[in-house]
């Protein structure tokens, strides 16, 4: 008995350590120019090395975006420390007169919405890990609209506030590749074009409500990005609701123009009604679909309580369990080394 419980003992150990080995390997690594950042699980790459290489904030990000990922989120000393890193090896060529110690890299940090109110990218939370430098933020008012828009310099990656259109180099961040297919949690319905999960809300509210209760789902109010996906979209509305409901696209944001909630992506697809849009209102700035039975879209205005869609992207079979809750996600994001976007499958 006792030698074969220590070889029963054995190959526990032997099967956990296949486990971990596998879960190590299906990390995943960067493709050929990104630089892993393991704290973050995730890719940096700087951008704009070359003058004519340079974009805005907003072009910047568009950019980032169709790298499939976004500008960099810098959560603490050791991502600055990367960046400063990598700079080194990086050659950044100057405009003529221009000085290298007063230059920087966009980075994903912005109080567009609030002014002093610095988040990154889509969150709602004030940053909590600064890195500005010396009497900054200033919101130097030279600028007709200030400096909403923060970037970090070359010479140590410490940051300063700046007018968003200006053109600078950037850095984009995305999660680290896995070749996995995810699933969705219970629940949801997975779009087969986008491979992204769709669910209604459920309840009745304002549309900055919807947003800020999808986002807890791990998600976002949703993209619709063709006629595919707006038919499978009305489809689940129909199926639940059947009520016209939120998504994503509003023109809350400075210009007035519509973008979709998630990443203030360009937006390349709609479907308005053509009779009672009302997408030119200065007063109705969101976007419901289902005013009509093929899913077509309305403005309104966003404080009118409606049902809502979110869209998150899948989650990882933890061992051939599919995570189906919260605290399921996380430890298959902590143990398989992945992050919101999609967990690595271990086979």
Known sequence: MAAFGQRSVLFLWTILFTFHSKAQS??????????????????????????????TWSNARL????????????????????????????????????????????????????????????ENETATYTNWYYGQPDDWPYYKNGEDCAMAYLRD???????????????????????????????????????????????????QAARAECIKRDGNLVTIVDDYMNTFVNEIRKENVDEISWIGLNKMGRGGNFSWS??????????????????NSKVKNCVVTGVNDVGEWAALKCTERRDFICERQPVCPLVGIVVSTQKSAETCRRHLGSDDEICSQIV
């Open 157 to 207: 990656a410490s940051w300063n506030d700046l007018h968003c259109t200006a053109k600078l180099p950037y850095i984009c961040e995305r999660p680290i590749l896995s070749s996995a297919v995810g699933q969705c949690p219970a629940k949801w319905s997975k779009n087969p074009g986008t491979g992204t999960c769709i669910q209604m809300g459920g309840q009745p509210i304002r549309w």
């Open 26 to 55: 299906s990390l995943g690594s960067c493709d050929a120019g990104w630089t892993k950042y393991p704290s973050s699980k995730s890719c940096i790459k700087i951008f704009g090395a070359e003058v004519s290489g340079r974009k």
């Open 63 to 122: 950019t980032c975006q169709q790298s499939e990922g976004d500008l960099v989120t810098i959560r603490d000393a050791g991502m600055t420390a990367l960046i400063k890193k990598i700079r080194r090896s990086t050659t950044i060529k100057l405009k003529p007169r221009e000085s290298g110690y007063w230059t920087g890299f966009w980075i994903g940090l912005h109080d567009r919405h609030f002014e002093n109110n610095w988040i990154w990218l889509d």
């Open 262 to 279: 998630k990443g203030n992506k360009q937006v390349k697809y709609t479907n308005w009604a053509a009779k009672y849009s009302g997408k």
